[in-house]
C-alpha cells in the first residue's frame, strides 16, 4: 500500500490515525512510503513540548527491517504485472541462488528454469538477484537476438556497473564498452583478425606447439610414462604462452618455468579479491549506490605489468623495427595512424590478454578432456592430423581437410560451453 502526506484509507484495519499538520510543523518532516498493518501498534510515540516525535530504538530497528524487506521485493510481481510466464522468485537470491551461495553453479539453477518451462514458452521471465531478466528458451528466438537483432543488443548487462574512474583498464575492453564507442572499437579491431593475419599469428602458435611438445617429452623422461597431466593446468600454461608470443614476442615462461610472472598475473586476474565481490553484491541489491561504490576487477599490480610490458615491447620495437607480425605490431599501426591513445590499447590488449588466457584454455582444456574419455576418438584424430601432416595441410589452419577437428571441437563446445550464459540488452 502506498501513502504520502498521511492519506490514509480508513477502512484498512490496524492502522493508526495521526495529525499530519501537526508532524510537518515539527523540524522533521514526514513522507510516509509504506504503511505496513500492525506496524505502528508497536511504536510508542512520545510529543514533546516543541511536538518532536520520539520513536524507541525497537521501534525505529522494526520499521528499517520493513522497509528494507519491502524494498528487496519490491519488483518481483515485475514479470506477472507484464503478463510474461516464469518462476517465483526467492527472497534476496532471485531465481540464481547459486550465485549468492556459491555452493553450486548458477548455470545449474538456469538448466532448472530452462527444463521447467522450455515446452511451455519461448522465454520465461525470471531474477537474478533482484534484476529482472528474460531468458530464452528457443534456438531460433537466440539466433534473433544475437545475429539478426544484434545491433540492438550488443550490450553486456554488467557494463552499467563499472565506472570509468573505478576500473579504467577494464571499462576500456570491449566487453564492456556500449553504444557508439563499442561500434568505433569493434571496427578498430576486427583489421586484427583477418585471414592474413590469423595465418602470421598462426606460425607463431605453431612455435609454442614445439614447446609444448618438448615440455611433454621433459616431463616423460623426468616422472615416466604414462605421463598424468591436469588437462585445466596444461591448457592455461599453453595458452599463457600463445598469449605471450602472439601478443608481445615474449616468452610467456608457463612451459618450463616454475615462477612464470605472466602466469601470475593471469591466476590473479581470475581471482578477483573479496572486496570486488562484496562491491559485486552491494550493488546487485542497491543499484542506487553506483557511484559510490565502485568495484575494481583489474588490480592494480595486473594493470602496472601490463602497462610495463607494452612500454618495453614497444621501446625494443623502435631499437629494431623487423621485429613484428604480432598483435602489439598492429597496435602501434593504430596508435601511428588513427592517434589511439594508451589507455584504449592497454584496453584492447587486456581484451586479448583475458580472452586467451580464460577461454581458449577452457575450451581446450575440455577438447583434452572429452578425448582422454574417448580413447578411439583420440585415435581416429591423430590418424587424420598425421595424415594432413604427411600432405603439409596441417599449417593452414583454415584447412577444410581438418573436418574431423572441427566436428571434436563443436561438439566439445556443446558439452561444455566456456561461459554458462550470455546477458545482453
Not at 561500434?183 to 599469428?201: G, H, I, Q, V, Y
Not at 617429452?217 to 604462452?241: M, N, Q, W, Y
Not at 584496453?347 to 578425448?371: C, K, P, R, W
Request: charged fraction near 25%.
Amino acid at each position: 500500500m502506498i501513502a504520502e502526506g498521511g492519506h490514509l484509507n480508513a477502512n484498512e484495519p490496524n492502522q493508526v490515525e495521526y495529525d499530519t499538520d501537526q508532524l510537518k510543523d515539527s523540524r522533521h518532516s514526514t513522507k510516509v512510503r509504506r504503511i505496513v498493518p500492525d506496524l505502528w501498534a508497536h511504536v510508542s510515540l512520545s510529543c514533546g513540548h516543541r511536538g518532536r516525535c520520539v520513536l524507541c530504538w525497537e521501534s525505529r530497528i522494526m520499521s528499517g527491517i520493513v522497509c528494507l524487506y519491502f524494498y528487496l521485493i519490491r519488483n518481483h510481481n515485475y514479470w506477472a504485472k507484464r503478463g510474461i510466464p516464469g518462476p517465483k522468485a526467492a527472497f534476496v537470491v532471485g531465481n540464481l541462488p547459486g550465485i549468492f551461495t556459491q555452493k553450486r553453479n548458477a548455470v545449474y539453477d538456469m538448466e532448472e528454469i530452462y527444463n521447467k518451462w522450455k515446452t511451455d514458452a519461448n522465454f520465461v521471465g525470471f531474477f537474478n538477484m533482484m534484476q529482472p531478466q528474460i531468458l530464452i528458451l528457443k534456438p531460433e528466438l537466440v539466433k534473433t537476438v544475437t545475429v539478426k537483432n544484434f545491433q540492438n543488443f550488443h550490450d553486456n548487462d554488467f557494463a552499467d556497473m563499472f565506472g570509468k574512474d573505478s576500473d579504467p583498464v577494464f571499462t576500456k575492453t570491449i566487453f564492456m564498452l556500449k553504444g557508439a564507442e563499442w561500434k568505433e572499437n569493434r571496427a578498430e579491431l576486427a583489421p586484427a583478425f583477418t585471414d592474413n593475419k590469423m595465418k602470421s599469428m598462426f606460425i607463431l602458435i605453431e612455435e609454442i606447439s614445439e614447446r609444448l611438445l618438448n615440455y611433454l617429452d621433459k616431463g616423460v623422461k623426468d616422472k615416466g610414462s604414462p605421463l598424468v597431466l591436469e588437462a585445466r593446468e596444461l591448457s592455461t600454461k599453453f595458452s599463457i604462452d600463445v598469449i605471450g608470443n602472439c601478443i608481445f614476442r615474449v616468452n610467456g615462461g608457463a612451459l618450463g618455468e616454475e615462477n612464470s610472472q605472466m602466469m601470475k598475473m593471469g591466476e590473479e586476474l581470475m581471482n578477483p579479491s573479496g572486496s570486488f565481490l562484496l562491491s559485486f553484491l552491494l550493488l546487485q541489491f542497491f543499484p542506487v549506490l553506483k557511484g559510490i561504490i565502485k568495484p575494481q576487477l583489474v588490480k592494480k599490480t595486473v594493470a602496472d605489468y601490463l602497462r610495463n610490458l607494452i612500454r618495453e615491447v614497444n621501446e625494443k620495437r623502435r631499437e629494431n623495427p623487423a621485429e613484428g607480425g604480432d598483435f602489439m605490431s598492429f597496435m602501434e599501426h593504430l596508435r601511428i595512424n588513427r592517434g589511439t591513445d594508451p589507455a584504449q590499447i592497454l584496453g584492447h590488449v587486456f581484451t586479448f590478454f583475458i580472452d586467451g588466457y580464460e577461454m581458449s584454455s577452457n575450451v581446450l582444456a575440455h577438447a583434452l578432456y572429452q578425448l582422454a574419455k574417448n580413447p578411439e576418438i583420440q585415435d581416429k584424430l591423430r590418424d587424420e592430423l598425421q595424415s594432413l601432416e604427411s600432405l603439409g595441410c596441417i599449417a593452414n589452419p583454415n584447412s577444410e581437410q581438418c573436418e574431423y577437428l572441427h566436428r571434436i571441437l563443436l561438439e566439445s563446445l556443446r558439452i561444455n560451453a566456456p561461459l554458462p550464459f550470455v546477458t545482453k540488452r
